[in-house]
T-cell receptor, first 110, second 112 residues
Framework: GIQVEQSPPDLILQEGANSTLRCNFS?????LQWFHQNPWGQLINLFY???GTKQNGRLSATTVATERYSLLYISSSQTTDSGVYFC????????????FGEGTQLTVNP | NAGVTQTPKFRVLKTGQSMTLLCAQD?????MYWYRQDPGMGLRLIHY???????AKGEVPDGYNVSRLKKQNFLLGLESAAPSQTSVYFC???????????FGAGTRLSVL
């Protein structure tokens, strides 16, 4: 199955800073999803982004499918952005069974 | 619109006991999934369903059974709980193949 690697594993920011999280995957995929797990454990889907760029407020994501990576940008970070960010891709490149990366633990300090 | 609802939120079991986790979704989604999340790891797929009356094995299915008797409900059963099944369990649903997955709030299970 596909391998998913996320970097960095941990990131500490001061409020207001910008950051970029990266997700590399080992094979072609037809979709990629970014999730945020808040400190209370709730998982929220941020982006469904098989290719191209999408923006939602202070967050944006870009997937370059031909080069097998995706980036999640967080601008003007806030303490509420803290938590773990996961990317996930289909196990066989397509389909509904997702393989998750191990996540990036983000801490935003006031 | 409640989305995906999991019950219970917390449970403590003794080794060998059985229990059922319930997942309900009100979005008329065809696909439903059960994942487990362990410390320092991402989510791993246990079982999933592509429609009412169907189930399939995921990445880590051993020790679990599932049923999808109604489209809106997906049940995860542990017949004889083991300490290795201590984990946080998440249910998710999606409209179709490759679509966005929406997650429940999770069930924290401890097996002593």
């Amino acid at each position: 199955g596909i391998q998913v690697e996320q970097s960095p594993p941990d990131l500490i920011l001061q409020e207001g800073a910008n950051s970029t999280l990266r997700c590399n995957f080992s094979d072609s995929v037809n979709n990629l999803q970014w999730f945020h797990q808040n400190p209370w454990g709730q998982l929220i889907n941020l982006f469904y982004i098989p290719s191209g760029t999408k923006q939602n407020g202070r967050l944006s994501a870009t997937t370059v499918a031909t080069e097998r990576y995706s980036l999640l940008y967080i601008s003007s970070s806030q303490t509420t952005d803290s938590g773990v960010y996961f990317c996930a891709v289909p196990r066989e490149g397509s389909g509904s069974r997702l393989t998750f990366g191990e996540g990036t633990q983000l801490t935003v300090n006031p | 619109n409640a989305g995906v609802t999991q019950t219970p939120k917390f449970r403590v079991l003794k080794t060998g006991q059985s229990m059922t986790l319930l997942c309900a979704q009100d979005m008329n989604h065809e696909y439903m999934y059960w994942y487990r999340q362990d410390p320092g790891m991402g989510l791993r797929l246990i079982h999933y369903s592509v429609g009412e009356g169907t189930t399939a094995k995921g990445e880590v299915p051993d020790g679990y059974n599932v049923s999808r008797l109604k489209k809106q409900n997906f049940l995860l059963g542990l017949e004889s709980a083991a300490p290795s099944q201590t984990s946080v369990y998440f249910c998710a649903s999606s409209y179709g193949l490759g679509n966005i997955q929406y997650f429940g709030a999770g069930t924290r299970l401890s097996v002593l």
